[in-house]
């Protein structure tokens, strides 16, 4: 039986491929407001409120394919494929019924809470209009959702990057066309921005449809083969999953408030806080990227019973990842001019960008190793300590940034809470990584092994 590696050119041979995978789809985010930047302040502002409304629904689901993940991972580490088919088919019921349930409720309560959040009437408009269209294709959001998952689990993250490549390619073309309007077409703005991201989401699931079959990997593993609902695999999903789905529901969340705080400041400090925000999400898919590979591989380690090399295997990943994060905020700290002229030519919105950019990436800085361990936890079965660490962490930052948004009146001193965010969760995951039950349970599974 050959066992998985966990030297540093592993990690890094199967992180780029995530990391590729990672950038290419936050482009798809990302081009939405680098066309939208060319329409108005309200568009940027708008575009931030009603995204992160709609990755508020499809991150409570991405905790739940985590657990999914982490027990596809396991089995595959066990050679047990025919496990993994069920799991996979399991979570895509679950996924299937939450998608439904939330297109059964869009009409009756999207209206009251934007109404209830965003103060601006321009703004509630159109980020009520982004929300509903990328809401409209949910159910193929959590479709990829759950095969990257898959991917991930079998550790062939090469393949996240061929089907973001067919969602880029889609969501660029389709916004030029739609957001400014070409011919017959007409100019839809931001509403054109939602309708190409759904349809860019679509068509990265009939690519891993496709590459699935072509492969022969549904016959391997079973993908399709439904025989009827396992009650234990999704008590057991249910149960790992739960704490990851509060705790993506609570951190997205905070964001979420984060940024009706600050359209309270104004359309002008919100349009500069959804750049910020882009900025920092190029930097956070770094970390996210060796955090999700070192946590696929230490899953699978768990399968081969092999926990004894996860804390050095999670070392060298830590050290990749402030190699290649650390160098990129010293260059954008430095050179800042260039990433904003890519959201926006705005002059005035990119010179008022500046500040708030530069209070982000100090905090940044400070983060890599929080974030590098907290991004595992749920991949090694420790679903309830994350959830924890989560709530606790989005609390103290959105009373911080509630409570300097109301005391400050330029935008950069908020994004103070970013540094004071990392700080609570370092603090934490040490805590809980030092006391972490996958260790508990791997010694008494040793012991009992020893005994035998």
Request: charged content about 15%; aromatic content about 14%.
């Amino acid at each position: 039986m050959s066992l998985i590696k966990t030297d540093a050119k592993t990690i890094f041979k199967l992180a780029t491929p995530m990391l590729f995978s990672l950038i290419l789809e936050q482009i798809i985010g990302l081009t939405d407001i680098i066309f939208l930047g060319r329409v108005s302040e309200v568009s940027v502002g708008a575009a931030a409120i009603g995204g992160i409304g709609f990755y508020l629904l499809t991150m409570i689901a991405f905790g739940y394919s985590i657990a999914a993940q982490s027990l596809m991972g396991e089995a595959n580490g066990a050679k047990r494929y025919l496990e993994l088919g069920n799991i996979f088919r399991q979570s895509g019921l679950f996924l299937l019924i939450f998608s439904l349930l939330v297109l059964a409720a869009l009409p009756l309560v999207m209206h009251p809470l934007f109404c209830l959040l965003v103060q601006s009437e321009p703004v509630r408009i159109e980020a009520q209009s982004y929300f509903f269209w990328r809401t409209i294709g949910i159910v193929f959001a959590l479709a990829a959702v759950l095969y990257r998952g898959f991917f991930m689990s079998i550790l062939l993250p090469r393949v996240l990057t061929y089907s973001s490549v067919a969602m880029v390619l889609t969501n660029c073309v389709l916004n030029y066309l739609l957001i400014f309007g070409i011919g017959p077409i007409p100019a839809l703005g931001i509403t054109g921005a939602a309708i190409a991201s759904t349809l860019s989401e679509i068509a990265a699931v009939l690519f891993f449809v496709v590459y699935t079959h072509k492969k022969q990997l549904h016959k391997r593993y079973g993908l399709y083969r439904w025989q009827g609902i396992d009650r234990s695999i999704q008590r057991t999903l249910f149960k790992l999953g739960r704490w990851m789905m509060l705790q993506e529901a609570v951190i997205m969340t905070s964001w979420l408030l984060f940024f009706v705080w600050v359209e309270h400041m104004g359309e002008r400090a919100l349009a500069i806080s959804n750049i910020v925000r882009s900025v920092s999400n190029l930097l956070f898919i770094i970390v996210h990227a060796f955090g999700a590979t070192c946590g696929a591989i230490g899953a699978n380690l768990l399968g081969e019973h092999r926990a004894g090399d996860i804390d050095a295997m999670m070392l060298r990943g830590l050290k990749l990842s402030f190699a290649v994060t650390a160098p990129c905020c010293l260059l954008i700290g430095l050179w800042p001019d260039p990433i904003l002229a890519l959201f926006t030519d705005i002059d005035s919105l990119s010179e008022a960008s500046v500040a708030s950019v530069r209070v982000m990436l100090f905090g940044y800085l400070l983060c890599i190793p929080a974030v590098h361990y907290f991004s595992v936890f749920g991949y090694l079965g420790s679903t309830r300590e994350s959830m924890i660490v989560s709530i606790v962490t989005s609390i103290s930052y959105t009373i911080y940034a509630y409570v300097l948004s109301r005391m400050v009146s330029n935008v950069a001193w908020v994004w103070t809470s970013d540094t004071f965010y990392y700080a609570v969760l370092g603090v934490l995951v040490w805590y809980y990584w030092k006391n972490a039950r996958w260790r508990e349970l791997t010694a008494k599974k040793n012991k009992i092994e020893h005994q035998k």
